[in-house]
C-alpha cells in the first residue's frame, strides 16, 4: 500500500504521525511509504533520518497522492482540496466539534478513521490515551505557569506557587473527568505539591484514584447540583471530561466561573467542545483570553509543546493499527472491533453513532 505522512501545517505543530523506524518497519513489509519534505523537523527528524528503501521523501501533493494518509491533527482547510473518494485518513479528527469538517469528508466520500475513536472491547481508547496523558502533564505545567504575575501574557496571572512553601497554602486545583488525562493532571500537581480535587460522574474513577493516590480527599463523585461550590476559591481548574464521539459535556457557564475569579482555567476537552459555555478554541500564537474574571487556555493540541516526546508516544501507539491497515487493506482491517468503533465516515455515511447524535445527522451502520 501507498502511505502518505504529511507535514503537519497547524498553528506550532510539530508532531509527526511516523517516526524513521516506523517509515522502516512498514517499508520492511513492502509498503511504499511516502514522507513529505520537512514533516519530522518540529520532532527532530531531519528527512535524511527517513531515508531507508521503500521510503521517499516527495513534495505536499505527491503525498496527499497516496492511498492511506495519517497524520496527527485534522485536516485544515488549506488541505481539504486534496481530499478525495475512498482516501483513507487516519488521524485525530474530533468532528463532533468540527461539523465543516465532517461536511467535507462527507461530500468527498474519505474513510475517516479518527484514532480517538478507537477503542478496545474493554472500553479503553488506546489511541486518545497517550495524548491525554501528556495533554494533562502539560495543562499543569502551563497552568502552573500562567498562575504567575510574569506569565508571558498580557493577563498577570494571581501570583500564586503551586506548591506554596512553608506556612504559606498551596494553590487549589480542580479537574473535571478523571480519567487518562484528568489522572494525569492529578499526579503532576500533586506532585508540585497542589491542594487537588477531581470530579468525576463514574464511582468506579473516582475509588480508583483514592486508591492511587492513598487520598480520600482527592475524588469526588460530580453530583448534578451541589458541585459547582467546589469552584470556591479554586486556582485552577482542568477540563477532562469526556463521552467518546460525543461533544464534551458542558457543565459549567460565566456565572461558576465568578467563583475562582482570579483564577486560571485549562479547558483540555475543548477539542471535543469544551466543558464551559465560556470555552473558546485558542491557538500557540495566540493563548489564552480572559473571560469571567477567568484566565482560559483552550488550546486542541496541548501536546504540540512537547513534539519530541509526543511523537514517539503517539506512533507507539498508531503504528500497530497503521500497520495492520497497510497489510491487510483498509476494508479489510476496519474488520477488527477496535479499528472499526475508530470510522467515523465511510463513503459519505457517518457510521459512528456518537458522532451522528453530536452532529444531529442520521446514522448508518458501516457495511464495508
Ligand atoms: N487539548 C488537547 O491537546 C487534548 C489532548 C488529548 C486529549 N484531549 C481531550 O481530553 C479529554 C479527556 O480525554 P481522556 O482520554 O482523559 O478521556 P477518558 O475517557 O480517559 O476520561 C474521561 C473521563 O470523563 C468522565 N466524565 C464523563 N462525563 C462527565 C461529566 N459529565 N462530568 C465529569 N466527568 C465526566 C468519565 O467518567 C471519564 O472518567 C477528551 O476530550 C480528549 O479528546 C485533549
Same mark, same amino acid.
Given at each position: 500500500?501507498?502511505?502518505?505522512?504529511?507535514?503537519?501545517?497547524?498553528?506550532?505543530?510539530?508532531?509527526?504521525?511516523?517516526?524513521?523506524?516506523?517509515?522502516?518497519?512498514?517499508?520492511?513489509? /513492502?509498503?511504499?511509504?511516502?514522507?513529505?519534505?520537512?514533516?519530522?523537523?518540529?520532532?527532530?527528524?531531519?528527512?535524511?533520518?527517513?531515508?531507508?528503501?521503500?521510503?521517499?521523501?516527495?513534495?505536499?501533493?505527491?503525498?496527499?497522492?497516496?492511498?492511506?494518509?495519517?497524520?496527527?491533527?485534522?485536516?485544515?482547510?488549506?488541505?481539504?482540496?486534496?481530499?478525495?473518494?475512498?482516501?483513507?485518513?487516519?488521524?485525530?479528527?474530533?468532528?463532533?466539534?468540527?461539523?465543516?469538517?465532517?461536511?467535507? &469528508?462527507? #461530500?468527498?466520500?474519505?474513510? #475517516?478513521?479518527?484514532?480517538?475513536?478507537?477503542?478496545?472491547?474493554? /472500553?479503553?481508547?488506546?489511541?486518545?490515551?497517550?495524548?491525554?496523558?501528556?495533554?494533562?502533564?502539560?495543562?499543569?505545567?502551563?497552568?502552573?505557569?500562567? &498562575?504567575? *504575575?510574569?506569565?508571558?501574557?498580557?493577563?498577570?496571572?494571581?501570583?500564586?506557587?503551586?506548591?506554596?512553601?512553608?506556612?504559606?497554602?498551596? $494553590?487549589?486545583?480542580?479537574?473535571?473527568?478523571?480519567?487518562?488525562?484528568?489522572?494525569?493532571?492529578?499526579?503532576?500537581?500533586?506532585?508540585? /505539591?497542589?491542594?487537588?480535587?477531581?470530579?468525576?460522574?463514574?464511582?468506579?474513577?473516582?475509588?480508583?484514584?483514592?486508591?492511587?493516590?492513598?487520598?480520600?480527599?482527592?475524588?469526588?463523585?460530580?453530583?448534578?447540583?451541589?458541585?459547582?461550590? $467546589?469552584?470556591?476559591?479554586?486556582?485552577?481548574?482542568?477540563?477532562? $471530561?469526556?463521552?467518546?464521539?460525543?461533544?464534551?459535556?458542558?457543565?459549567?457557564?460565566?456565572?461558576?466561573?465568578?467563583?475562582?475569579?482570579? /483564577?486560571?482555567?485549562?479547558?483540555?476537552?475543548?477539542?471535543?467542545?469544551?466543558?464551559?459555555?465560556?470555552?473558546?478554541?485558542?491557538?500557540?500564537?495566540?493563548?489564552?483570553?480572559?473571560?469571567?474574571?477567568?484566565?482560559?487556555?483552550?488550546?486542541?493540541? &496541548?501536546?504540540?509543546?512537547?513534539?519530541? *516526546?509526543?511523537?514517539?508516544?503517539?506512533?507507539? =501507539?498508531?503504528?500497530?493499527?497503521?500497520?495492520?491497515? =497497510?497489510?491487510?487493506?483498509?476494508?479489510?482491517?476496519?474488520?477488527?472491533?477496535?479499528?472499526?468503533?475508530?470510522?467515523?465516515?465511510?463513503?459519505?455515511?457517518?457510521?459512528?453513532?456518537?458522532?451522528?447524535? #453530536?452532529?444531529?445527522?442520521?446514522?448508518?451502520?458501516? *457495511?464495508?
Amino acid at each position: 500500500m501507498i502511505i502518505g505522512v504529511p507535514k503537519e501545517i497547524k498553528n506550532r505543530e510539530r508532531r509527526v504521525a511516523l517516526t524513521p523506524e516506523g517509515a522502516a518497519q512498514l517499508a520492511a513489509a /513492502g509498503h511504499e511509504v511516502r514522507i513529505e519534505q520537512g514533516a519530522g523537523e518540529g520532532s527532530d527528524y531531519r528527512d535524511a533520518d527517513y531515508n531507508k528503501d521503500g521510503v521517499r521523501i516527495l513534495t505536499k501533493a505527491e503525498v496527499w497522492a497516496a492511498q492511506l494518509i495519517i497524520k496527527v491533527k485534522e485536516p485544515q482547510l488549506e488541505e481539504f482540496h486534496f481530499l478525495r473518494p475512498e482516501m483513507c485518513l487516519f488521524t485525530y479528527l474530533h468532528l463532533a466539534a468540527a461539523s465543516e469538517l465532517a461536511q467535507t &469528508l462527507l #461530500a468527498k466520500k474519505v474513510r #475517516a478513521i479518527a484514532y480517538e475513536t478507537v477503542q478496545t472491547d474493554a /472500553g479503553t481508547l488506546p489511541l486518545l490515551a497517550p495524548m491525554s496523558r501528556i495533554a494533562g502533564r502539560v495543562a499543569v505545567q502551563t497552568g502552573a505557569r500562567l &498562575l504567575q *504575575s510574569e506569565n508571558g501574557t498580557p493577563f498577570p496571572g494571581k501570583g500564586v506557587l503551586m506548591g506554596g512553601v512553608d506556612g504559606v497554602p498551596p $494553590a487549589r486545583v480542580v479537574i473535571i473527568g478523571g480519567g487518562n488525562a484528568g489522572k494525569s493532571a492529578a499526579s503532576m500537581a500533586k506532585g508540585m /505539591g497542589a491542594e487537588v480535587l477531581v470530579l468525576d460522574v463514574n464511582p468506579a474513577c473516582v475509588i480508583g484514584l483514592q486508591q492511587i493516590f492513598g487520598e480520600k480527599n482527592i475524588a469526588r463523585l460530580l453530583d448534578t447540583k451541589h458541585w459547582p461550590s $467546589a469552584l470556591n476559591g479554586c486556582d485552577l481548574l482542568i477540563g477532562a $471530561a469526556l463521552i467518546p464521539g460525543e461533544h464534551a459535556p458542558q457543565l459549567l457557564e460565566a456565572k461558576d466561573m465568578q467563583r475562582m475569579a482570579g /483564577g486560571v482555567f485549562i479547558d483540555i476537552a475543548i477539542d471535543q467542545g469544551g466543558i464551559s459555555t465560556t470555552s473558546r478554541t485558542t491557538t500557540y500564537a495566540d493563548p489564552v483570553y480572559l473571560e469571567a474574571d477567568v484566565l482560559h487556555c483552550c488550546l486542541p493540541n &496541548l501536546p504540540a509543546a512537547v513534539p519530541v *516526546s509526543a511523537t514517539l508516544a503517539l506512533t507507539h =501507539a498508531t503504528l500497530p493499527y497503521v500497520q495492520k491497515l =497497510a497489510d491487510m487493506g483498509v476494508e479489510t482491517a476496519v474488520a477488527d472491533a477496535s479499528l472499526a468503533r475508530g470510522v467515523n465516515i465511510w463513503d459519505g455515511r457517518v457510521v459512528h453513532r456518537g458522532l451522528a447524535h #453530536a452532529l444531529g445527522i442520521p446514522f448508518r451502520a458501516c *457495511s464495508h
